[in-house]
């Protein structure tokens, strides 16, 4: 299957700090990209969609002024938080999609676990 | 309602025991249909598409029922390496292409 990367894996920061969390498709180039967010023993919940050369799309009760997303090529998305807080401790994953002869596929980073003390 | 049910378990099985995952579905218009494996503190990854005809893949069958809106995967000789929580994932079509998925069921397979 197609490779994606994230990083960093894991970032600790104070309170108040932004924070940074890039996505790269790694031997495929991905005109859409998604941002996840999970929270512990919860499901993967869709923070936006981003496109390349073009703004993101946001969901529904996310705050596009605090996470601001960046997709300026075809294989680089990147998330950033700003002025993070404790409740936005979470995992957050980002996908790539790639074009399937009868459906699209989303092929999953790592993920990037974010502390925010 | 969830767009997305599933039972979150566990399910909490021997090894080489046969079990079945359901899970349903609430928008009609969903198209495309996805069981996807999560292990703890890990990314999802593709386990496999599910098909109206249902398919199978080696040890693992899915069946969808769309008159239902009912997803199902059945795991055959489950192997210890099977333990994971297993997401359901359906489409969502608005004006792009979106993934929703269930809260998963956790399996935990036993020697």
């Known amino acids: 299957g197609a490779v994606v990367s994230q990083h960093p894996s894991r970032v600790i920061c104070k309170s108040g700090t932004s924070v940074k969390i890039e996505c790269r498709s790694l031997?495929?180039?991905?005109?859409?990209m998604f941002w996840y967010r999970q929270f512990p023993k919860k499901s993967l919940m869709l923070m936006a969609t981003?496109?390349?050369?073009?703004?993101?799309?946001?969901e529904q009760g996310v705050e596009k002024d605090k996470f601001l997303i960046n997709h300026a090529s075809l294989t680089l998305s990147t998330l950033t938080v700003t002025s993070a807080h404790p409740e936005d401790s979470s995992f957050y994953i980002c996908?790539?999609?790639?074009?399937?002869?009868?459906?699209?596929?989303?092929?999953f980073g790592p993920g990037t676990r974010l502390t925010v003390l | 309602r969830k767009e997305v049910e599933q039972d979150p378990g566990p399910f909490n099985v021997p090894e080489g025991a046969t079990v079945a995952f359901n899970c349903t579905y609430s928008?009609?218009?969903?198209?495309?249909f996805f069981w996807y494996r999560q292990d703890c503190r890990k990314e999802p990854k593709l386990l496999m598409s599910?098909?109206?005809s249902g398919n199978e893949d080696g040890r693992f069958t899915a069946q969808l029922n769309r008159a239902s809106q009912y997803i199902s995967l059945l795991i055959r000789d489950s192997k210890l390496s099977d333990s994971a929580t297993y997401l359901c994932?359906?489409?969502?079509?608005?004006?792009?292409?979106?993934?929703?998925f269930g809260s998963g069921t956790r399996l935990l397979v036993r020697p």
């Open positions: 994932v359906v489409n969502r079509m608005d004006s792009s292409y979106k993934l929703i």
């Open positions: 031997d495929f180039q991905a005109t859409t």
């Open positions: 928008n009609s218009a969903s198209q495309s």
């Open positions: 981003s496109n390349e050369g073009s703004k993101a799309t946001y």
């Open positions: 599910v098909y109206s």
């Open positions: 996908s790539a999609e790639v074009a399937g002869p009868s459906t699209d596929t989303q092929y």
